[in-house]
């Protein structure tokens, strides 16, 4: 970070003065972070850094995500940062978070952009939450717990509303709408995006079929998953997988 980038020398200097920041060191089980326009990271509480097994710090800040894990994620998470930096916030979005290699979590992640005296964005901040941890003790993700456990037990299996309802204790309309709530999408949607980001795991971590991962992911068959993956991510499974095994 150098003396001329514009958040180090206004928003983030007024809070690392004030010391608002520190109080997310308190919070283990949060990650918040600060980058730049350019995705490098110039702010990480202790919880972001300990995830990228860093003590403090000075093991995160000048970095971007790419330094820190696997190619097949971090481009997802700078597609979400170019999206705030064109204007855009970002609230409660699932995503796959990699702890360590071969070890994956579901986190609920927040991003807004940081603008300069003159409106324009100049960085985004942004916190992220273990889905299970905010799922137990947050609202209003609290209610909809037993669902999402639910989900993550059986998506490779027809997930029903009526059955998500159920679980949380409610009608089938009051439970649509406190989950597109708090996720800002509805539970099919999400049954559906998590499904995605068990493929692209297994698409890069193992050697099974797209044929058989569409069938362990949940998906009707292996048309079925082409047809989505595509959609969502922009291209094929296939294709995929030959770009981020090359990384």
Known sequence: MTSADPISSGFFVQLAQEHGLQLFDALP??????????????KASLGMCLAHGCSSAEGIVGKTD?????????????????????????????????????????????????????????????????????A??????????PALEHIHEHYAEPVPLRRLAETAGMSERSFQRHFKQSFRLGPA????????????QLLIE??????????????????????EFTRLLGESPGKYRRRYRRS
């Open 29 to 42: 089980d949060i990650r918040f972070f600060i980058k730049n326009s350019r995705g490098v990271y110039i």
């Open 66 to 134: 790419h330094d820190f894990i696997p190619s097949y994620l971090a481009d997802h998470y700078t597609r979400d940062d170019q999206e705030v930096l064109a204007g855009a916030e970002i609230w409660n979005r699932m995503e796959m978070v990699m702890r360590n290699p071969g070890c994956t979590d579901w986190y609920v992640t927040s991003k807004i952009p940081l603008r300069g005296k003159t409106g324009a964005i100049i960085g985004l901040a942004g916190i992220s939450r273990d889905l299970s941890q905010a």
């Open 136 to 145: 137990k003790f947050a609202t209003p993700f609290a209610r909809l717990a």
């Open 189 to 200: 949607a999400y049954v559906r995006q998590f499904r995605l980001g068990k493929a692209c």
């Open 206 to 227: 193992t050697e099974k079929t797209i044929t058989v991962i569409a069938q362990e992911t949940g998906f009707s068959d292996h048309s079925h998953l082409v047809r």
